[in-house]
């Protein structure tokens, strides 16, 4: 009943920029928390970066500085510009929302991207 779909992965240079999205679509009646993940081959997945329907924002220390966070309520839309990139920050990128459904908005429940592939070379 509810999708979220990333855009914006690829290839890029050590020290360059890529910006992520992803969009909410289906049955929504409201947002709360939407959030970057990222996961490296081997490694678990961690935290990238949160933001709140309120606009408060969270950042995993290796990003802080380099990496912004940013919504488009009207859209269901969240973004992650990522500057100054470094091959460490190579990894699968997920999107998540805590997001109540239409007919059940007293509940919240908890939804994934599929991924989308950020590679960094040096």
């Known amino acids: 009943q509810v999708q979220l779909v990333e855009s914006g992965g690829g290839l890029v240079q050590a020290g360059g920029s890529l910006r992520l999205s992803c969009v909410a679509s289906?049955?929504?009646?409201?947002?709360?928390?939407m959030g970057w993940y990222r996961q490296a081959p081997g490694k678990q997945r961690e935290l990238v970066a949160t933001?709140?329907?309120?606009?408060?924002?969270n950042y995993a220390d290796p990003v802080k500085g380099r990496f912004t966070i940013s919504r488009d309520n009207a859209k269901n839309t969240v973004y992650l510009q990522m500057n100054s990139l470094k091959p460490e920050d190579t990894a699968v990128y997920y999107c998540?929302?805590?997001?109540?459904?239409?007919?059940?908005?007293?509940?919240?429940?908890?939804?994934w991207g599929q991924g989308t592939q950020v590679t960094v070379s040096s």
């Open positions: 998540n929302a805590e997001i109540s459904i239409a007919h059940m908005k007293s509940t919240i429940f908890n939804y």
């Open positions: 289906g049955r929504i009646f409201s947002i709360n928390t």
């Open positions: 933001s709140t329907s309120a606009d408060s924002t």
